[in-house]
């Protein structure tokens, strides 16, 4: 994966000293996030920073904060955000999700999360990779609970999973007091099976909406669905 840095329209992202780099799966649910009327976001495991900038270039929200546990992507994600235009409306937290649900009074309108995916028994060499990829470091049940003590009566949970974890969270969520709103299922073309499942909760039951997205008819010919939701923020679209 490059080490280079990656430029949006608006801003740049440092990623050298982040375990994970800029991919879709971010851009994605950065995108697809419901951004109305917020006061107060949270972004949790933010790694470089991108969700977090992303969000400050679509609204206006005064508090939009980050936790990241890594000291490396940590220094990074701050950098990031002190070398963007939304400076003064971004801060970073160095720390556990636990320990920072204890230490945290305030709630927040929006808790977005792009998590490490992988629980399978399959680690490499690169500590602070496979901290970023595995669900060691902040387990499925920790996200939720954490969620259900720091997210408002109204607010929204928005959250990226591999399609296989979907029916999972689902359960934990609804195990905690919260009900989906929105689910976007996503296959990297029309003949692949689903890879990814975008999906957003509150405690404040509704009437569930179910989408599809698909992100390539071929090779890197981009559906028009891909380009509509990413365009604000790729160079190229």
């Not at 920072?100 to 709630?107: K, Q, W």
């Not at 808790?111 to 470091?137: G, H, L």
């Not at 905690?176 to 990297?188: A, D």
Request: hydrophobic share 40%; with cysteine; aromatic share 12%.
């Amino acid at each position: 994966m490059s080490h280079k840095p990656f430029q949006f329209k608006q801003f740049t992202i440092e990623q050298d000293r982040c375990a994970m780099k800029i991919g879709t799966d971010s851009v994605l649910l950065g995108a697809w996030t419901k951004v109305n009327n917020l006061h107060s976001i949270l972004d949790i495991g933010a790694g470089t920073g991108v969700l977090a900038l992303m969000l400050a270039q679509r609204c206006s929200a005064p508090n939009i904060d980050a936790l990241e546990i890594d000291a490396e992507a940590f220094e990074q994600c701050t950098n990031n955000f002190e070398n963007s235009q939304w400076a003064d409306r971004l801060f970073c937290y160095h720390g556990s999700l636990l320990e920072f649900t204890e230490d945290i009074d305030d709630t927040y309108d929006l808790i977005i999360c792009n998590p490490p995916f992988y629980s399978e028994n399959y680690k490499t060499d690169d500590t602070a990779r496979d901290m970023a990829r595995f669900n060691d470091a902040m387990p499925f049940e920790h996200l939720v609970f954490a969620v259900s003590k720091l997210l408002s009566h109204k607010g929204i949970f928005s959250v990226i999973v591999p399609f296989k974890e979907e029916q999972l969270i689902l359960d934990l969520a609804r195990n905690y007091g919260l009900s989906p709103h929105r689910i976007l299922r996503v296959k990297g073309t029309p003949q692949s099976a689903f890879k990814r499942s975008l999906l957003e909760f509150s405690f404040q039951s509704q009437t569930l909406i179910e989408e599809k997205l698909i992100i390539e008819t071929t090779r890197h010919e981009y559906t028009q669905d891909y380009i509509d939701l990413t365009k604000e923020f790729y160079l190229k679209m």
